[in-house]
């Protein structure tokens, strides 16, 4: 069999992380990027890119964690190198507060992360409205340059980025050998799954260098994210909203939130205000599918629906997709030789 022809559908953190590990892991394969809209258009741009897990209900605990310490073992390297700037990649510290303490005081992730202990008395003291805390260490992205390096990074490996809206995976068949799903929300439409729903949510990047530390409470509604350029402030998290539009009374209930949390973001200045849609489900759908037509067989592997935490995960899921993505090749490999004896 010629090169396998392998195309992935969607240019956000996950189709670009899924290419990359696919071009990684078969050299010999000829990748293709499709994708309706590239960085800075896509919901992965919104995003505040924190390591800091959600939790998918569907999906074992000890899967999401494995997805979870790949995922951070991966940045982390970028982290440590002469990339990380332009990859957008930074270490941050802070806390994670609690009205009252939770039931789980150790959540799933909190020995992946760096140093995670509860919150000492005198930390405490500047959250008069919390009673409990965990302080840790994470990673984050800046969306828009890690995105722009994962492109980089598919260039320089010879991984082809083309502009176009995939009305139904099918249409792939006479091009591609394989195709891999990574639209996102888009999948609803592409693929008719009923089963994943918009989560909208409203942040706001501001201009506010002095803030050095994150701080997010417990309840994932309100947070302060520094990132290396600007400050994400969130959020909101409005389940089956499709609206795009940012809504000005959210703007300043959020604004409001953060500086219950940190006054001094009284001063933040230049707020931009944006909208994303979570690709949300149960649990990530990550599995093989063999469509057919009239004796015709395409392989797919879906990789979407990542809900609130795509980019505490994306490497860990990208790099089972491409591990499907090696099944399938095994298997047109093998059909392909058996139609030859
Ligand atoms: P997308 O980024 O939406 O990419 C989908 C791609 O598919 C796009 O390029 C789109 O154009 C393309 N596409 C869709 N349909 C078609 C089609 N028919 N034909 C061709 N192309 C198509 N996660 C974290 O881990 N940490 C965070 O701090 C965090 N903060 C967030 C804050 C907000 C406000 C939001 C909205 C999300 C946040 N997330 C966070 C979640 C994260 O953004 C998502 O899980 C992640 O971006 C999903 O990536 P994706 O590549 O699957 O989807």
């Not at 990673?139 to 176009?164: F, H, N």
């Not at 706001?204 to 994932?220: E, M, S």
């Amino acid at each position: 069999m010629a090169a396998p022809k392998v195309a992935v559908v969607g240019a956000g953190v996950v189709g670009l992380s899924t290419a990359l590990c696919i071009a990684e892991t078969c050299p010999s394969c000829s990748v293709t990027v499709l994708s309706d809209q590239f960085s800075p258009n896509t919901t992965s741009d919104v995003a505040a890119g924190m390591l800091i897990p959600h939790t998918y209900p569907g999906t074992p605990i000890h899967t999401q964690k494995q997805w979870f310490k790949e995922t951070f073992t991966y940045l982390f390297a970028i982290n440590n190198s002469a990339e990380a700037s332009e990859a957008g990649i930074s270490l941050i510290s802070g806390w994670q507060v609690f009205k009252n303490t939770p039931k789980e005081e150790l959540p799933f992730w909190s020995d992946v992360v760096l140093g995670f202990r509860p919150m000492s008395e005198a930390e405490l003291q500047k959250f008069p409205q919390h009673q409990f805390g965990q302080a840790f260490t994470t990673l984050k992205c800046d969306c828009p340059p890690y995105l722009l390096w994962l492109e980089k990074r598919l260039k320089a490996t010879g991984v082809q980025m083309r502009t176009r809206k995939v009305a139904n995976l099918w249409e792939l068949h006479s091009e591609y050998n394989i195709v891999v799903n990574c639209a996102g929300i888009g999948a609803h439409q592409l693929v008719g799954d009923e089963k994943l729903f918009p989560v909208r949510g409203q942040v706001l990047k501001v201009h506010a260098p002095w803030v050095k530390n994150f701080i997010r409470d417990g309840d994932g509604l309100t947070y302060i994210y520094p990132g290396i350029h600007r400050v994400t402030l969130g959020g909101t998290r409005e389940r089956d909203s499709w609206s795009l539009s940012p809504d000005p009374g959210t703007t300043k209930d959020i604004l409001d939130r953060c500086c219950s949390l940190e006054p001094s973001l009284r001063g933040a200045e230049d707020i931009k205000v944006k909208v994303g849609l979570r690709p949300s489900r149960q649990c990530v759908r990550l599995q093989k599918e063999v469509l057919s037509q009239g004796g015709v067989k395409l392989p797919v592997v879906h990789n979407y629906g990542h809900g609130a935490g795509g980019f505490s995960v994306h490497r860990g899921t990208a790099k089972e997709a491409a591990r499907l993505v090696g099944e399938c090749i095994a298997a047109l490999q093998g059909s392909s030789s058996r139609a030859k004896l």
